[in-house]
């Protein structure tokens, strides 16, 4: 049995290595922030509170396994597949552009309602490719489907971070740093969108609700003989959001201070506000958004609900997390300056036929969603038609020519924005 790196902390360190040409299963060391302004903050600090998190490894996991389905005609020298893809267009893209299946209009491919996504569907995988490449071999279909088994193995998991975190106050309680180093298992290969998420769509976040002068946080990304590690529900974002919370109640803790009172006095009030990690805030108003939820739940009451269940023998406690969720990722500052240049839009096509009914084609993808009922929704009432006139065709890279996907809470912000606009056009 050949030694295996499985361990994320240790994985730098370990003698065996996955990859001969990444030495210490090193993939990238990356930061975000002010470095020098993060120490000055730290050591002008009277407080600091340090914490070590670890973000297990989670698997999708959905109801419905992965499958594909190639066919290649020999006539038309022309392939198509079919699979259960969150993301139809950028799969056609990879399979033609870098692995070389076919040119793009050669290729087509259908992604049908596929069941649970949950991130895990984004990517190409190493079945689609082979169930077109033998499609042509065989002269025939060629049919997979993946069982539970397997997408335990095989499916891009979740997470798998291991973090110091700190957190520099002044005698106030004033937040005035963080300092934050991730160790992010990317398994043993990297996938489609590996990288960005312990990065681009971590860091970014880190500053969550709070007005934090200086942050810099550093990501060592690292291969192990695991399976590869990609989006997964919030992707990134999540995993900022815990590190923040668990940062801020332990130091609110540690301070003697109401966690509820603590985070009230750090959060950003000026806006707009630019965090020390690329983020613009323009509006907000998290202070009146606490006090509802706090007035909502008695929790002046709350002393005394805990005292009576302890007089019963049991535990009552509470948590809080005050958040911000990047979503509806589009084309915008942030998203140039993080070097996506003019990606990650939606296209959209509203076509009026002549008997009446509306057609609307989008780039976005309907797995579980309800895009035909939402999507339509807007046509009816924008145009004025009668909703069951209204049929929304999505999954077909025949039919809908191009297209971004349905990922991070987009489709709503950005894939019904695309539908508006071209209805009032």
């Not at 035909?372 to 025949?398: C, K, M, W, Y």
């Amino acid at each position: 049995v050949l030694p295996a790196v499985v361990d994320t902390a240790g994985a730098a360190t370990s003698k065996t290595q996955v990859h001969a040409e990444a030495p210490d299963n090193t993939v990238f060391n990356w930061h975000l922030g002010d470095k020098g302004a993060t120490e000055a903050a730290f050591k002008a600090a009277r407080h600091v509170t340090r914490l070590d998190i670890v973000n297990n490894r989670l698997v999708p996991n959905p109801m419905e396994p992965r499958a594909a389905v190639g066919d290649y005609d020999q006539g038309e020298g022309a392939f198509t597949l079919y699979t259960t893809s969150q993301n139809p267009h950028v799969a056609r893209l990879v399979l033609s552009a870098f692995i070389g299946i076919a040119p793009e209009n050669k290729l087509r491919v259908i992604a049908p309602d596929v069941g649970g996504g949950f991130g895990s569907k984004i990517f190409i995988y190493a079945e689609e490719t082979v169930c077109v490449w033998a499609a042509k071999k065989v002269g025939r279909p060629v049919k997979w489907t993946s069982d539970r088994t397997e997408a335990f193995l095989s499916d891009a998991h979740g997470r798998d971070h291991v973090t110091h975190a700190e957190l520099a106050m002044d005698a106030d309680g004033k937040m005035l740093a963080m300092r934050v180093h991730t160790t992010a298992n990317l398994g043993a290969y990297l996938s489609t969108f590996s990288s960005s998420v312990p990065t681009y769509l971590y860091a970014p976040l880190l500053s969550g609700q709070y007005d934090i002068p200086a942050i810099y946080c550093e990501v060592d990304a690292v291969y192990t003989n695991t399976a590869p590690v990609d989006a997964y529900r919030g992707a990134g974002r999540p995993e900022a959001t815990f590190v923040v919370e668990r940062l801020v109640e332990v130091a609110a803790r540690e301070l003697g201070k109401d966690p509820a009172k603590f985070r009230t006095q750090n959060f950003v009030r000026k806006f707009p506000h630019q965090t020390p990690v690329i983020m613009m805030y323009d509006t907000g108003n998290y202070g009146a958004s606490l006090k509802k939820a706090l007035e909502t739940i008695d929790y002046k009451g709350f002393g005394k609900r805990r005292r009576d269940s302890a007089r019963n023998g049991k535990l009552r406690g509470i948590g809080f997390s005050a958040y911000i969720e990047a979503c509806g990722i589009a084309p915008s500052a942030a998203v140039g300056s993080l070097g996506a240049g003019v990606g990650l839009w939606e296209s959209a096509e509203v076509r009026v036929n002549p008997i009446g009914t509306v057609e609307v084609l989008t780039g976005s993808h309907s797995h579980g969603q309800g895009h035909e009922t939402t999507f339509a929704q807007l046509v009816s009432d924008r145009l004025g038609v009668p909703l069951e006139n209204v049929s929304i065709i999505h999954g077909d890279t025949d039919k809908v020519q191009m297209g971004m996907g349905t990922y991070g809470s987009r489709s709503g912000a950005v894939g019904m924005s695309a539908i508006f606009k071209a209805i009032d056009k």
